[in-house]
């Protein structure tokens, strides 16, 4: 099996990914008490994943990687992504939070085969696109340190520098960059995540990220189409509304052009919660569904509106109120909204239903709102997978004939 180290684990939708994709994690590290509180309780309760998996609470800077092999497979995790969120005040590689060249240092010290590094959207706003250069750079060449007192700026001057000149510069790595978006992969949640992968120089990769398997025209396809989605869902004429804002022409597009584009359709809150009772209103579980409770209070207002029921969930937020663009709630076919559960809000992050979260609902919520959607990181490491197994098995091939 391939071996990896999960920093930043939160609680624990990257590992979940890598896990499923084939990798076991030997560490995961993460400084907040409530994640590592999942991520130990899971764990306890032998969640398959996370056996073998050493659980560290702390700072990724502070923990001694002697018992970690160099050269390991994989080093993967999502530095905290509040200095680039829209959500947030976006104060970027100032913000002490910012733990890029953390990860860099880590990754020249393993070496590993290869890295991956989740983060949000805002990463690649034109406010940091210099910024998003220099981590790109920063992991390309991760034994090449800042100097003492040397601002990002320089130093990024000073790798550009280095990239083009010849010599030994010490480990190197071919890194790529795409934005995603979770629904694309099945997730019924449109939430988007920039993953930045690269290869040590030295595996001779030639990877590509893995390509969409669910679009929005199929789902509209199945709803104002051919109508497989209401019957599958049971939902009368009547109930089922009318095609969304701004849709129309698209539809009629997608009636006209009598195809299918070979992918599956996106998924809705309404395929999400499938197969959920309704949550108590008593602040228990729900017929011994974990963390299926109900959480009052929810209201819409101005520019903090819910999810419609059918269609993918907007981004989920890590607190308990609502932000422009991702909050929350979803609204019910009476046009009625109600906070998610913090089960609906797992399914919305493909977390399985087996997996539980621990704390208070705006703590879950919280972790969950930081978290990678597990497919899509399922996705993504799988593919990385695939291509460490395939340079193995041409260096063993090499090998024999060489013998």
Same mark, same amino acid.
């Given at each position: 099996?391939?071996? /990896?180290?999960?920093?930043?684990?939160?609680?624990?939708?990257?590992?979940?990914?890598?896990?499923?994709?084939?990798?076991?994690?030997?560490?995961?590290?993460?400084?907040?008490?409530?994640?590592?509180?999942?991520?130990? +309780?899971?764990?306890?309760?032998?969640?398959?994943?996370?056996?073998?998996?050493?659980? =560290?609470?702390?700072?990724?800077?502070?923990?001694?990687?002697?018992? %970690?092999?160099?050269?390991?497979?994989?080093?993967? $995790?999502?530095?905290?992504? !509040?200095?680039?969120?829209?959500? $947030?005040?976006?104060?970027?590689? /100032?913000?002490?939070?910012?733990?890029?060249? *953390?990860?860099?240092?880590?990754? *020249?010290? %393993?070496?590993?085969?290869?890295?991956?590094?989740?983060?949000?959207?805002?990463?690649?706003?034109?406010?940091?696109?210099? &910024?998003?250069?220099?981590?790109?750079?920063?992991?390309?060449?991760?034994?090449? #340190?800042?100097?003492?007192?040397?601002?990002?700026?320089?130093?990024?001057? @000073?790798? +550009?520098?280095?990239?083009?000149?010849?010599?030994?510069?010490?480990?190197?790595?071919?890194?790529?960059?795409?934005? &995603?978006?979770?629904?694309?992969?099945?997730?019924?949640?449109?939430?988007?995540?920039?993953?930045?992968?690269?290869?040590?120089?030295?595996?001779?990769?030639?990877?590509?990220?893995?390509?969409?398997?669910?679009?929005?025209?199929?789902?509209?396809?199945?709803?104002?189409?051919?109508?497989?989605?209401?019957?599958?869902?049971?939902?009368?004429?009547?109930?089922?509304?009318?095609?969304?804002?701004?849709?129309?022409?698209?539809?009629?597009?997608?009636?006209?052009?009598?195809?299918?584009?070979?992918?599956?359709?996106?998924?809705?809150?309404?395929?999400?919660?499938?197969?959920?009772?309704?949550?108590? !209103?008593?602040?228990?579980?729900?017929?011994?569904?974990?963390?299926?409770?109900?959480?009052?209070?929810? @209201?819409?207002?101005?520019?903090?509106?819910?999810?419609?029921?059918?269609?993918?969930?907007?981004?989920?937020? #890590?607190?308990?109120?609502?932000?422009?663009?991702?909050?929350?709630?979803?609204?019910?076919?009476? $046009? /009625?909204?109600?906070?998610?559960?913090?089960?609906?809000?797992?399914?919305?992050?493909?977390?399985?239903?087996?997996? =539980?979260?621990?704390?208070?609902?705006?703590?879950?919520?919280?972790?969950?709102?930081?978290?990678?959607?597990?497919?899509?990181?399922?996705?993504? *490491? /799988?593919?990385?997978?695939? !291509?460490?197994?395939? *340079?193995?098995?041409?260096?063993?091939?090499?090998?024999?004939?060489?013998?």
């Amino acid at each position: 099996m391939l071996k /990896s180290i999960e920093l930043f684990a939160g609680a624990g939708g990257l590992a979940l990914g890598t896990g499923m994709a084939g990798f076991q994690a030997l560490a995961a590290l993460e400084w907040n008490q409530w994640a590592c509180d999942t991520l130990e +309780e899971n764990q306890m309760a032998g969640y398959p994943l996370l056996e073998g998996t050493r659980i =560290v609470r702390g700072d990724v800077r502070a923990f001694d990687y002697k018992g %970690i092999p160099e050269g390991l497979d994989l080093v993967s $995790g999502g530095p905290p992504c !509040q200095p680039f969120s829209i959500g $947030g005040k976006g104060r970027g590689f /100032s913000d002490d939070r910012d733990m890029f060249n *953390a990860f860099a240092e880590i990754v *020249a010290r %393993i070496k590993p085969r290869a890295f991956i590094i989740e983060n949000v959207k805002g990463l690649t706003r034109a406010a940091f696109a210099n &910024y998003l250069q220099y981590i790109e750079h920063r992991m390309a060449m991760p034994e090449i #340190a800042p100097k003492p007192g040397e601002e990002w700026p320089h130093h990024l001057r @000073r790798l +550009e520098r280095e990239l083009t000149s010849t010599g030994n510069k010490g480990v190197r790595y071919n890194v790529s960059r795409r934005l &995603y978006n979770a629904a694309d992969f099945g997730a019924p949640q449109k939430r988007e995540r920039v993953f930045i992968v690269g290869f040590r120089a030295d595996q001779n990769a030639h990877w590509a990220f893995p390509e969409p398997t669910h679009s929005l025209d199929a789902l509209l396809r199945d709803q104002w189409v051919t109508g497989e989605y209401w019957e599958r869902h049971k939902v009368s004429s009547r109930d089922k509304g009318a095609i969304p804002s701004g849709m129309a022409s698209r539809v009629e597009r997608i009636r006209r052009a009598n195809h299918v584009d070979g992918m599956a359709p996106w998924r809705t809150v309404r395929d999400g919660i499938v197969g959920l009772p309704q949550p108590r !209103q008593d602040g228990r579980d729900t017929d011994g569904t974990w963390n299926h409770r109900f959480q009052p209070g929810a @209201r819409p207002y101005p520019g903090h509106t819910g999810s419609p029921i059918d269609q993918p969930s907007k981004a989920l937020k #890590a607190g308990d109120h609502g932000v422009p663009g991702g909050e929350n709630m979803m609204v019910l076919p009476d $046009g /009625s909204c109600r906070y998610f559960t913090p089960r609906e809000a797992a399914r919305m992050q493909t977390f399985p239903d087996g997996y =539980v979260l621990h704390g208070a609902w705006s703590e879950i919520m919280r972790q969950l709102g930081n978290a990678v959607p597990v497919i899509l990181a399922q996705a993504v *490491a /799988s593919s990385v997978a695939q !291509q460490l197994v395939q *340079a193995s098995m041409i260096a063993q091939a090499k090998r024999m004939r060489l013998h």
